[in-house]
T-cell receptor, first 118, second 116 residues
Framework: AQKVTQAQTEISVVEKEDVTLDCVYE???????LFWYKQPPSGELVFLIR??????QNEISGRYSWNFQKSTSSFNFTITASQVVDSAVYFC???????????????FGGGTRVLVKP | NAGVTQTPKFQVLKTGQSMTLQCAQD?????MSWYRQDPGMGLRLIHY???????DQGEVPNGYNVSRSTTEDFPLRLLSAAPSQTSVYFC???????????????FGPGTRLTVL
């Protein structure tokens, strides 16, 4: 069965510090997708990024960057020069292609709460 | 596009009451799903649908029913509410992977349900 673990339940930083969120996953499938979602205090879930398992190229988008390492089953997320608006809960999620006929089931990690203090 | 909409935003029920959480999307997505979010447990899949007339169970389906009569709507029914169903419920939709579309799921704003 697939599983996603976010070992850090809460991280507190001061504004402008960098913060890295860890995500480790387990899957028996060789092809899968990984996602990060952000949940700000207002409660909605905001899609941040989607990666295919066969594309290990790391990605940078503004102050966000993602480090995907298939060898260690990790998909870590870094916020550079954090801002108060980055305060949110961040979820890592996994979707296996084996379920493609049945839809896109997401398995979520427990989430990491990031608190950025001014 | 309104995206994924959910009603109501908040609801309080007494044990044993029934209700329906509404979910609608206007993006012509084939795939729709319901998740519940509990503290420290992330989101867990309740039911999902790959198209009108087709539904299936997710990880935690007990106590919930769904139907999909149209592409746009995917209501979640609680037949006899229990305190264990106190949670935040999210509906999501995406193109089905088999249709070749982008399968990223987009979520509604959520419904916060309290069962007393």
């Amino acid at each position: 069965a697939q599983k996603v673990t976010q070992a850090q339940t809460e991280i507190s930083v001061v504004e402008k510090e960098d913060v890295t969120l860890d995500c480790v996953y387990e899957t028996r499938d060789t092809t899968y997708y990984l996602f990060w979602y952000k949940q700000p205090p207002s409660g909605e879930l905001v899609f941040l990024i989607r990666r295919n398992s066969f594309d290990e190229q790391n990605e940078i988008s503004g102050r966000y960057s993602w480090n995907f390492q298939k060898s260690t089953s990790s998909f870590n997320f870094t916020i550079t020069a954090s801002q108060v608006v980055d305060s949110a809960v961040y979820f890592c999620a996994l979707s296996e292609l084996a379920f493609k006929a049945a839809g896109n089931k997401l398995t979520f990690g427990g989430g990491t709460r990031v608190l950025v203090k001014p | 596009n309104a995206g994924v909409t959910q009603t109501p935003k908040f609801q309080v029920l007494k044990t044993g009451q029934s209700m329906t959480l509404q979910c609608a999307q206007d993006m012509n997505h084939e795939y729709m799903s319901w998740y519940r979010q509990d503290p420290g447990m992330g989101l867990r899949l309740i039911h999902y649908s790959v198209g009108a007339g087709i539904t299936d169970q997710g990880e935690v389906p007990n106590g919930y029913n769904v139907s999909r009569s149209t592409t746009e709507d995917f209501p979640l029914r609680l037949l006899s509410a229990a305190p264990s169903q106190t949670s935040v419920y999210f509906c999501a939709s995406s193109y089905a992977r088999t249709s070749g579309g982008t399968d990223t799921q987009y979520f509604g704003p959520g419904t916060r349900l309290t069962v007393l």
